[in-house]
């Protein structure tokens, strides 16, 4: 199964891209996480907020592939625990489809998006900086497979 974490902006801080690949890189080659930096909507004095949302939402829409299950990452989504999050991951291997985590801009998702995701997950209740939310995803779902396999990471 492929992860695909489609996320609006780049340039991160290099903490962040180390992060994210240190935990892509521990997944089995039969469950690959892989960033899909999608660009900025372009924001700035006088922006047109709706226009950048949207923007984010056409190349965000573009960048899922046919057939994946689309999982959107909104604050109204159901919260899991990482157990919880595991027998996701579970459902999601069993389902046979390729996943497809949708992150948006500063200013959330593009309403198309969220209507067309199967499923709505709340990462917190907390509000997370967008670069931090890339790392938190690769380590938890890195756990989440550690916890199917039955190693001791969970602990």
């Given at each position: 199964?492929?992860?695909r974490?489609?996320?609006?902006?780049?340039?991160?801080?290099?903490?962040?891209?180390?992060?994210?690949?240190e935990?892509?890189?521990?997944?089995?080659?039969?469950?690959?996480?892989?960033?899909?930096?999608?660009?900025?909507?372009?924001?700035?004095?006088?922006a047109?907020?709706?226009?950048?949302?949207?923007?984010?939402?056409?190349?965000?829409?573009?960048?899922?592939p046919?057939?994946?299950?689309?999982i959107?990452?909104?604050?109204?989504?159901?919260s899991?625990?990482?157990?919880q999050?595991?027998?996701?991951?579970?459902?999601?291997?069993?389902?046979?489809?390729?996943?497809?985590?949708?992150?948006?801009?500063?200013?959330?998702?593009?309403a198309?998006?969220?209507?067309?995701?199967?499923?709505?997950?709340?990462?917190?209740?907390?509000?997370?900086?967008?670069?931090?939310?890339?790392?938190?995803?690769?380590?938890?779902v890195y756990?989440?497979?550690?916890?199917?396999?039955?190693?001791?990471?969970?602990?």
């Amino acid at each position: 199964m492929k992860i695909r974490l489609l996320a609006v902006g780049g340039k991160m801080p290099d903490w962040v891209t180390t992060g994210f690949h240190e935990y892509s890189k521990r997944l089995p080659h039969e469950m690959t996480l892989e960033l899909v930096e999608l660009a900025l909507g372009h924001r700035g004095k006088g922006a047109d907020m709706a226009r950048a949302i949207r923007q984010e939402g056409d190349a965000m829409l573009a960048a899922i592939p046919k057939g994946d299950r689309v999982i959107a990452l909104e604050v109204k989504g159901r919260s899991w625990s990482t157990e919880q999050l595991a027998d996701q991951v579970s459902e999601w291997q069993m389902d046979g489809r390729n996943i497809s985590l949708l992150v948006g801009g500063p200013d959330g998702l593009d309403a198309r998006c969220v209507a067309l995701a199967d499923q709505k997950w709340s990462l917190s209740g907390l509000t997370l900086p967008h670069p931090l939310v890339r790392v938190i995803l690769a380590e938890q779902v890195y756990r989440a497979w550690t916890i199917i396999q039955g190693h001791p990471y969970h602990k």
